[in-house]
C-alpha cells in the first residue's frame, strides 16, 4: 500500500484557448486513476518511453491507461540526446503504423526531455496530429521541456531544427519519479529552473538560493515548489506568446551558447541542462560587459548555478567555432546572432552584439 | 515578350482567420511582380522544385523573388510520388541548414502535388515553422492538393501518414504550366476535378461532361473555370473543416481504395490521380451496391472517368490484400474501414460497410 502523499497535489493552467490544458503536479500522481480522468477516450494508446525509464514507471502507467484503453502498445528508445533523431523519431511510426494505430490513439510521453520532444512531434505528425499527454520523470522536463508545445528533433547541423508547436492534453509531474534521477540529471533540471529566476522573477532566485540544499537533498516540498514555480512562470510566457513571436524568446536565456555547446561537442556529450547552465554563464557575461548588469549580480548568479552542481567553463571550441554554431540558432536572423542577455535583474531581452564582444567572452568563459 | 492573357486572373480566397489566404488563377502568373506582392519579406527564399519542372520554371519564378530576396536558395528534388519520403524530405532540411536560412525564410514551392506535400510539411516543420508559398504546376496540384493546408510524406506502411495541417501564404496557379503536363497527368488531374461534382455539386458535374473535350485540349477558358470552381468547392468544405473533424473527409471520396492502389502497387505505379480516379469507381459501387444511388447514376459517374482518360478498372491485388491497406487509411477508427460514399447524387457521406460486400466491389472493379 502507497503512503498518502505528503505533497498536496497542484494544478497550474495553460491559458491557451482551445489548446487550453493543466499541469498537474504531486506525488503518486501515476498510479492514480483520478489523474488519467477526462483524457480523450481512444480504443488504443501508446506509451513512447526510453530504456532507462521503462523498467522504473511503465508498468505502472500501463496500469492505469489498461481501463481507460483497450490496447496499451509501447514504443521504448535508446536513452540519449545523440538519439533525437528521425531514425529514431521513425520507432515511434513504426510502432504506431504496426499497431494499427487510428487518429484517436493518444501518445503518453513517458521520460525526460528528449522522449516529450520526440514523441511530442510523433504526435503533432502521425496523421496530421493524434492527441498526447506529457508525463516528464526528469526535473528538466517538468520545469521546462514538456510544458508550452515545443517539440522537436535534432538535425546534425543544428539542435531542434525540425518539429513543431504542438500542445499536449495534459502534463503530469510525477515528483516520486525524482527520486530516482542520478544527480547529474538532478543539477541538470536545476539550471532550467534557475533560468526563471534573472529573467523573470528575483524573489524565485532568492527563493533557489535559501533552498538549494534541500533541493540537492530532493525534499518534496522543495521540489514541488520550484517545479510549480517555474510552471507558472513558463505558462505565463507561452500563455501570451504560443509561437515565439516575441517574449517567449527569453526562455532561451543560456540556450545560444549552450545550443552551441551540445552540437559542438556532439549531441549527448553535455547534458541538455549541464550545457544551459555553462550557457547561462556566458550569456551573464555578454550582458555584464554590455553594462545591463552588474558584476555583483553576475557573480551571484555564477555562484548559484556553481552551488546547483553545475560545469561553469564551456569546451574550448574556439571563439570561431562558437560563432559558426550559433548563427544557425533559431533566433538568428539574416545570419546575426542574437543572444537573450538580462537587462536588468529579473528582466531579459533579445540583443545582437558584436561579434568581438561575444568572442571575448567565450574565451574568458572555456576552460 | 509575352502575349497579354486571355484570361482575366481570379482570385478564391481561403476564410481561415489569421490563417487566410488567396489563390490566384491565370495565365503569366509566375511571371507578373504582382502575384508575389504582399507576400512576406525576408532575406532568403527557397524554392523546391523537381528536376522535370525546374528546366520549365525555376528561372521564370528565380527572377521574380530575386526582387524580393536578397538571396534565393533552391533544392531540386527526383520527381515521382517514389520520392514521398523522409529520405527526400531532408533534402529540404539539409538546403536550408547548410545555406543558413533563417525562421523568416520564405519556401516556395514549385510543382505537382509531391513537392508541394512535402515543400509544404518542411515549411511546416522547419524550426517549427516558416511561411511558404505553393507554386502548383500540375491541374492536380492546381485543384485539390496544393489548396487547404494537408502536408505529408509516405510512410512504407501507409499514404500521406506522417504530416501537418499548415497553411501556405498563397497558392499561385499559373494555367499555363498546364501546357508543358503531360496527357496522363492531365487526366490524373480531372480526377480531382470530377471528385467536385458527385460531392458536392452536380451543376459542376454537368459542366464537366460538357466541356471534357475542352479540357482534354487544354483550353485556357475551360481550364480556368475547372480550376476556379474545384477551388471554390474546396475552399467552402476547407473554411468549415480545417482540420477533418468531419466534413472534409468528403474530399477523400475514391481516396480510400484510391491510396490502397498506390501503396499495393509500390508508391509511383500508378499516378496519385489515376488510383483515385479508379477509386472512385469503386467507391461509387459501394454506394450503388448500399442502395444510396442508382445505377444510372454509377454509370454515368464510370463513363466521365472513362471519358478523362483514367483507368477504370484496379489491379487485382487481391480482396484481402485491399481490406489490409484500406485498413491503415486515416478515416479508420479501431480497425473498421470508414467509406466516403455518394448519399444520393451532388451529396457524399462517410459510411463504414459489411466486409463481404466491400469484397465484393473489389472483385467486380479490378481486371
Known amino acids: 500500500m502507497q503512503a498518502s502523499p505528503a505533497i498536496t497535489a497542484q494544478q497550474v493552467p495553460i491559458a491557451l484557448g482551445d489548446r487550453a490544458y493543466n499541469i498537474l503536479i504531486g506525488q ?3 498510479g492514480d486513476a483520478a489523474t488519467w480522468a477526462d483524457l480523450p477516450v481512444a480504443h488504443a494508446a501508446l506509451i513512447v518511453t526510453n530504456d532507462t525509464v521503462a523498467p522504473l514507471y511503465a508498468a505502472r502507467l500501463r496500469t492505469q491507461l489498461a481501463s481507460r484503453h483497450a490496447v496499451v502498445h509501447q514504443v521504448t528508445l535508446p536513452d540519449g540526446e545523440e538519439h533525437k533523431t528521425w531514425q529514431t523519431l521513425n520507432l515511434i511510426f513504426d510502432g504506431l503504423l504496426s499497431n494499427g494505430c487510428d487518429r ?43 510544458v508550452g508545445g515545443k517539440t522537436a ?16 492534453q495534459r502534463v503530469v509531474c510525477d515528483l516520486d519519479t525524482l527520486t530516482t534521477l542520478p544527480a547529474r540529471e538532478l543539477s541538470a533540471g536545476l539550471a532550467e529552473v534557475i533560468k526563471y529566476g534573472p529573467i523573470a522573477d528575483m524573489a524565485f ?24 514555480r517555474s510552471c507558472e512562470i513558463k505558462a505565463w510566457v ?8 516575441g517574449l517567449r524568446a527569453i ?20 547534458l541538455h541542462g549541464e550545457a544551459v547552465g555553462c550557457g ?5 557575461q555578454l550582458s555584464l560587459r554590455l553594462g545591463l548588469v552588474d558584476a555583483a549580480f553576475a557573480d551571484r548568479l555564477t555562484a548559484l548555478i556553481g552551488a546547483a552542481g553545475l560545469p561553469l567553463k564551456g569546451p574550448r571550441l574556439g571563439a570561431a567555432r562558437y560563432m559558426e554554431l550559433m548563427r544557425v540558432d533559431k533566433k538568428a536572423e539574416a545570419g546575426e546572432i542574437r543572444f537573450v542577455v538580462i537587462d536588468g535583474p529579473g528582466r531579459a531581452a533579445m540583443r545582437a552584439a558584436p561579434d568581438a564582444l561575444v568572442a571575448e567572452v567565450i574565451d574568458a568563459c572555456c576552460a
Chains 1, 2 share one sequence.
Open 251 to 270: 526562455l532561451n536565456f543560456g540556450h545560444t551558447f549552450g545550443h552551441a555547446i551540445e552540437s559542438g561537442l556532439g549531441y549527448g556529450e553535455w
Open 205 to 228: 532566485l532568492d527563493w533557489i538560493e535559501a533552498n538549494m540544499a534541500a533541493l540537492l537533498a530532493r525534499e518534496p516540498a522543495a521540489l514541488a515548489h520550484a517545479v510549480r
Open 28 to 30: 503518486a500522481l501515476i
Open 238 to 245: 507561452v500563455g501570451q506568446d504560443e509561437r515565439e513571436a
Open 280 to 284: 547561462m554563464v556566458m550569456a551573464t
Open 104 to 146: 484517436k490513439t493518444v501518445i503518453y510521453a513517458l521520460g525526460g526531455g528528449v522522449v516529450g520532444d520526440m514523441a511530442g512531434f510523433a504526435a503533432a505528425s502521425y496523421m496530421r496530429g493524434v492527441p498526447f499527454v506529457q508525463v516528464p520523470t526528469t526535473l528538466l522536463a517538468q520545469v521546462d521541456s514538456s
Open 153 to 168: 528533433i535534432n538535425h546534425p547541423l543544428g539542435k531542434n531544427m525540425i518539429g513543431a508547436f504542438y500542445q499536449p
